[in-house]
Each structure stands twice: as C-alpha cells, then as structure tokens.
C-alpha cells in the first residue's frame, strides 16, 4: 500500500514538474501581473472624475434653483433667505450630509440696487469645498428680473 502511494506521488510529482516547465497558462498569469497594476490607477481616476463630475453638476442646479428662490422674492429681505433654504433643502435631497452642506457658499452680484430692481441682472454664485479632493467646484447661473414683476419696491 505505501509502495503504490510512494509510485502515485512520484508520478503526480513528475506531472507537476512537467507543468511548472511548461509554458501554459503564463499569458494569463502575465496578464494579470501586468494589467493589475495598470487599471487600478485608471479606477481610481474613473472615480475621482466620477465625484467630481457629480459636485459640479449639484452645483449647477443649486445655483439655478437658489437664484430661482432668490428673483421671485416678493420683498427683497427675504430673498436671500428663501435662496439660502432652497440651497439647504436641495443639498439635503441630494444627500449631503451637514458638514457637507455647511462648505457650500452662496454668493449673489447684481447689476442694479436694489437687487431686485426690474431689469437687474442677478447672478447667483456656488461654491462647493470637496472635502477629499482639496478642490473647488464653482458653478453660477444669471436672470434678469421681469420689467412686470412685483417685487415691493417703488420706482
């Protein structure tokens, strides 16, 4: 019994030697070798263009939405408050979270003052701190306020 096994690991042996010597199977084993190393810095870029692209795109819209809040403000008092919780709300929908949403600053520049004053140019200016990429993400949007709108003030 222990001759056989002694002949069958010989013969295993043999077979696994045979194999090591070989060149099957080395395309993939060099293939691997070579190409791990080569696509995790591309992933790793995929996915910092991929946070990136998303924090200019919430930008945007937070920027159009908060100037949206911001022009069709009946009394100018409040315009920059209705800007700024419409800011917050939509950070909140989007899923930042509270320290996230305390980096983003609201900016306005206007043409005319009083900033609501018909035909004034407002623009509204985003500012988004990415806390892990070190960057800024700016965004703006620009409307005009309608000649026909009420907004409290007297000519």
Avoid at 63 to 85: C, G, I
Avoid at 106 to 116: G, R, T
């Amino acid at each position: 019994m222990v001759v056989t096994w002694s002949v069958d690991f010989k013969r295993l042996f043999s077979k696994f030697l045979r194999r090591l010597k070989s060149n099957l199977g080395s395309a993939n084993v060099e293939f691997v070798l070579l190409a791990i190393p080569l696509f995790v810095p591309i992933l790793i870029f995929l996915g910092q263009f991929a946070e990136l692209s998303q924090s200019e795109l919430l930008a945007r819209s937070l920027a159009r939405e908060s100037l949206r809040a911001y022009v069709t403000s009946q009394n100018p008092f409040v315009a920059s408050f209705r800007a700024n919780q419409v800011l917050r709300k939509g950070a909140e929908v989007a899923g930042l979270k509270s320290n996230e949403i305390n980096r983003i600053e609201l900016d306005f520049n206007c043409s005319k003052f009083p900033c609501l004053s018909p035909g004034s140019r407002v623009q509204a200016i985003v500012t988004i701190k990415l806390l892990n990429q070190n960057r800024l993400v700016q965004a703006e949007a620009i409307e005009i306020i309608s000649p026909w709108q009420w907004t409290g003030i007297p000519k």
